[in-house]
């Protein structure tokens, strides 16, 4: 959280975009490298989030961001953010929806579709055709409260 708070604060503070990607994309190579580096000592594994782990990790999603911002921020490509969007203005209500509604969603998928509905492509595309249904219908919902601005908010 606290590498990503200074990675916001770098983009805000910054009136060079040119800059803030070079910056963006040093600091996560240099992440990445930081935690390959003492892997030997501290073992990369999500489960437990080692130190190694979270390094590793925040250079990956600091080149992400370095991504995003070249290709909103500099190149001006926005169209394709709108879904982002709709999440985004209402990320915790996107959060507390997939933790609760998540089985509830998941039933009424199979009793409104059909127990093997999802089966149509292989039992190896499934779960992943499931999970994109289930994903489809929560963004329907924040869209639904996007259009109405329902904003959760703390």
């Not at 935690?35 to 073992?43: E, N």
């Not at 500099?74 to 709709?86: H, K, S």
């Not at 915790?92 to 998540?102: Q, V």
């Not at 509830?104 to 999802?118: M, P, S, V, W, Y």
Request: aromatic fraction near 16%.
């Amino acid at each position: 959280i606290i590498l990503g708070a200074m990675a916001g604060q770098h983009v805000l503070a910054s009136r060079d975009a040119r800059r803030t990607s070079v910056t963006l994309l040093l600091a996560g190579l240099a992440l990445i490298a930081v935690g390959l580096a003492v892997s030997p000592w501290f073992p990369i594994i999500k489960r437990i989030w080692t130190p190694s782990f979270t390094v590793y990790s925040a250079g990956w999603t600091t080149l992400l961001l370095a991504a995003f911002y070249w290709a909103v921020e500099m190149q001006g490509w926005r169209r394709w953010t709108f879904p982002l969007l709709v999440v985004g203005m209402n990320s915790i209500a996107a959060y507390c929806m997939a933790h609760l509604f998540d089985g509830f969603i998941a039933r009424n998928l199979k009793t409104n579709l059909g127990q093997d509905f999802f089966g149509f492509a292989g039992p190896a595309y499934e779960p992943f055709l499931h999970g994109t249904a289930m994903f489809l219908v929560l963004w329907l919902i924040l869209y639904w409260m996007y259009r109405r601005k329902l904003f959760l908010r703390i």
